[in-house]
């Protein structure tokens, strides 16, 4: 009773880590004491959490690297040492949990003298210092996970950290918003209520540290120039260097144009900075009075906001973290990747990304279509093929595309199967236009490199045919919608064999890949501009002359809906659309993906640029030892590339679109059509033998050659290992 009628501490959050806090080796870079010098920028934030502070709520969105959770752990720190209460402390998944309650034990193991002494021992079997509980004296830590609603009910605290708020489930058990959730359960603790929520963005428009960001005050860190004494804050656009050059980066003034260099000038502007409301930054009277040194508004401002929100990017990082440098080294890699640009915005940034929830007008796309090559043509910035197959009841339709460097692709061609898929001549069909090949102007030929087949919705027609490919070269593809998925993610399962029982050493391997991202970056792709007579832009489409207005349809068929804060956010598919040609676009993406085109660089693209040479030296020199054969016979004829390459394509070769029969017309889920009566799959052919190998066939960089095949030899696989998870399942989900 007589430590409750105690006053409540004058040590603010940022004075007990300078006084006690001690960093751990293992789980922060920086080494030894905690100096909040070193970040200036976080002291108001810690602040606000102290006992003496009339601030309730205080939201970080930020970049990585700035100290967020350290702001969160000193909080923890001062709650057990300082102002004991129940601290609630809420992660986005139980593993990011149990990594939190490791980053507290060693907190308090690094301070015996302290924290030690007043956090019950983890050997005592009373179960007061676990993984998810560590009581202390007049108070207890609890750790839970947003997932589970049961936990955030059951659990009734003054104080709260939400950490990583945009991972977590915008509706919790159905029962809504998971900071709302928390925060009714601390109304009856009045003005002794503190939260922080910290997060890096996401998605804008289902973004929930933004919405979060916007209640508050909305503050930026403003520091003096070091040339006119003008307060600014570091934004992008601000930084310039020479192209090529990221060591050259400056920050220009937006009052002087003065250069600011990070090692010279950084440290000092940032000790020198003061968080200011944007209420008051747009106000120009006040930036002036900034920079007199007369702060009285501000200080007006700040008794009375409760609730303050802060934005803080990653150019804060202190010297010898993330640096401006290594920054811009990231964003000219990221240039053409609108995945790699999203995670640059989001974590470097700390700004959500808009997502091009709207897809292009076909028309519009249409309209920008490439007049310099037609279908079954390859252009010469294509480095490789692949193609991506879309499996429907009664028809097969594949589109083979070309990647290239500054992450531009090209659609070369697109195959149409209008038979029933239960009929093995669609397959036989499938098989012969997966071997095709195609003339680069190099004089090489271009096999399919890798083919991804859809096995969605009639894994029992398409896993068969798989199993009778080369599996270097083609492999099945189930897509996964999430968001957050992995762009590749290979599965294994055992094959059943057929006396009922499971395989130890065969199994099937198949891809499941982020097809929400691939939209997104397609889409985002497509509204790309050029302008005339200058070289297209990274990450440019190339659409041929005579590429179909139906094709085009469906291959912008689909748009984002982002929910209403408790639907997930999902592509949906447009009225009276098919989607055959973006889903056969995606799988090509991946599979090219596969072959590690998002992490190539020039040095690899020179490499295939090398080998492409050789080839057609190759196929040169057979069709000239194959004339003077003919000739020494006496034939009248000439050999021609097709003599050597009889699966070779033309431009001129391209037949009239086929229509697939249908009894709807274009509706997503074509229940008429499921209805229809099936023949049952007969047995399959036995797998040909291999053709002799094709002089001038081009070969991937860096893969064996020592393989008689018709199509080329695919060997090792290049895969970006940050892109892919492996896991190992007994059947398929």
């Known amino acids: 009773m007589l430590r409750g009628l105690q006053p409540r501490p004058d040590l603010t959050v940022s004075g007990w880590a300078d006084r006690k806090r001690q960093l751990n080796k293992k789980h922060s870079k920086l080494r030894g004491k905690w100096r909040t010098s070193t970040t200036p920028f976080l002291r108001e934030p810690m602040d606000n959490l102290s006992a003496r502070s009339h601030v309730r709520r205080t939201t970080l969105m930020k970049g990585a690297q700035v100290g967020g959770t350290e702001t969160g752990l000193n909080f923890v720190g001062y709650s057990i040492d300082q102002d004991p209460a129940p601290v609630l402390f809420i992660s986005p998944t139980l593993t990011v949990t149990k990594r939190t309650s490791a980053r507290v034990q060693s907190m308090i193991d690094d301070d015996p003298k302290g924290l030690g002494r007043k956090v019950k021992k983890s050997r005592e079997r009373d179960g007061k210092n676990s993984q998810f509980e560590k009581h202390f004296v007049g108070g207890a830590l609890y750790f839970a996970t947003a997932k589970s609603a049961t936990n955030l009910r059951s659990t009734a605290t003054p104080r709260v950290i939400y950490d990583e708020v945009e991972a977590y489930p915008q509706d919790v058990e159905g029962e809504g918003d998971v900071v709302e959730v928390t925060s009714a359960r601390t109304f009856t ?38 040339h006119c004494g003008d307060f600014m804050s570091w934004r992008w656009e601000g930084f310039a260097w020479e192209p090529g050059k990221p060591a050259s980066v400056r920050y220009r003034c937006r009052c002087c144009s003065g250069e600011i260099e990070e090692a010279r000038h950084k440290t000092r502007m940032m000790a020198e900075g003061v968080w200011v409301p944007k209420v008051l930054a747009e106000d120009p009277d006040f930036m002036a009075a900034l920079k007199e040194g007369d702060r009285s508004r501000l200080d007006a401002h700040n008794a009375n906001a409760y609730t303050r929100s802060y934005y803080l990017p990653s150019f804060y990082s202190p010297i010898g973290m993330l640096s401006w ?18 995670t640059i915005i989001n974590t470097i940034f700390g700004l959500p990304w808009v997502a091009p929830g709207e897809a292009p007008d076909w028309d519009v796309v249409y309209k920008r279509r490439s007049r310099s090559y037609r279908l079954r043509e390859v252009p010469a910035g294509v480095a490789f093929l692949t193609a991506g197959v879309d499996v429907g009841v009664d028809h097969i339709k594949m589109a083979v595309w070309g990647f290239g460097r500054r992450r531009q692709r090209w659609l ?26 195609y003339r680069h102007p190099s004089g090489a030929v271009l096999p399919i490199r890798r083919l991804l087949v859809d096995r969605n919705k009639w894994p029992d027609r398409v896993d068969p045919w798989i199993e009778l490919q080369d599996k270097t070269k083609v492999c099945g593809v189930l897509g996964a919608k999430a968001f957050d998925a992995a762009l590749v993610d290979w599965r294994h399962r055992r094959v059943q064999l057929q006396d009922g029982s499971w395989g130890r050493d065969t199994t099937f391997s198949y891809v499941r890949a982020g097809v929400s991202q691939a939209k997104l970056e397609l889409y985002a792709q497509l509204g790309v501009r050029h302008t005339p007579g200058e070289d297209y832009p990274p990450g440019w489409v190339h659409l041929p002359d005579d590429v179909e207005p139906d094709l085009v349809k469906e291959i912008v068929s689909e748009q984002l809906d982002v929910g209403d804060g408790v639907r997930a956010p999902k592509f949906v598919r447009k009225a009276n659309h098919r989607a055959e040609g973006l889903d056969t676009a995606n799988y090509a993406r991946i599979a090219a993906e596969i072959e590690g085109w998002g992490r190539w660089t020039d040095r690899e693209f020179d490499r295939e640029d090398e080998r492409m040479a050789d080839a057609a030296r190759s196929l ?20 021609t590339i097709r003599t050597l390459v009889p699966s070779l394509v033309l431009p001129e070769d391209v037949p009239a679109m086929p229509t697939v029969n249908r009894s709807v017309n274009a509706v997503p889920d074509e229940p008429a059509i499921e209805k229809r009566e099936e023949k049952p799959l007969e047995p399959r052919p036995p797998t040909p033998p291999p053709e002799p190998a094709i002089p001038g066939l081009r070969r991937g960089w860096g893969h064996a050659r020592d393989q008689a095949d018709a199509v080329g030899v695919v060997g090792r696989r290049k895969v970006d290992p940050a892109l892919m998870r492996t896991r190992t399942i007994e059947h398929d989900d």
């Open 412 to 437: 070369v061609d697109y195959v149409v199967i209008p038979l029933p898929t239960n009929e093995p001549e669609a397959w036989e069909q499938l098989t012969e236009a997966r071997h095709r090949v």
């Open 189 to 226: 603790f009045g003005d002794q209520v503190k939260e922080l929520l910290i997060s890096t963005p996401a998605i804008d428009q289902t973004s929930q540290i933004k919405r979060h960001y916007l209640d508050g005050d909305q503050r930026e860190y403003f520091m003096p120039c070091p």
């Open 325 to 342: 440098t290594r920054i811009v080294e990231r964003w000219e890699k990221a240039q053409g990747k609108p995945s790699a640009e999203k």
């Open 620 to 639: 040169e020199h057979e069709l000239a030892r194959l004339a003077s054969a003919w000739h020494r016979d006496g034939r009248d004829q000439t050999p």
